[in-house]
């Protein structure tokens, strides 16, 4: 169970693209944002490079994804470290992410 982290949309894509394809409406703003990404080049949302990582359950099989692109930081960046240190999957991470804070 870990976290792997990119700013590679392709490599991202490679990995979780089949477990977010699966369920395309619950991943709808996923697949969009890489998407974009994928067509516009990293900096489409603006100069600094996108966080793309996804989580590996204990079969080893993709159960969770985030992605993160300028100029919004400190909302992934705060999910980043929680996730990080809890060794969570995002399912744990859900209240903590609603305590957040959302503004730049």
């Given amino acids: 169970m870990s976290w792997t982290f990119t700013d590679d949309v392709d490599a991202f894509l490679e990995t979780a693209g089949p477990s977010l394809a699966a369920r395309p409406a619950e991943n709808t703003l996923l697949l969009t944002v890489t998407a974009t990404l994928r067509e516009g080049g990293p900096h489409a949302y603006g100069a600094g490079d996108p966080v793309l990582g996804w989580w590996r359950g204990a079969d080893g099989e993709v159960a969770g994804a985030l992605v993160r692109t ?35």
């Fill in 70 to 104: 300028p100029p919004h930081h400190r909302l992934a960046d705060d999910l980043q470290a929680r996730v990080a240190h809890a060794g969570a999957g995002l399912d744990d991470v859900g209240d903590d992410l609603r305590d957040a804070e959302l503004d730049g």
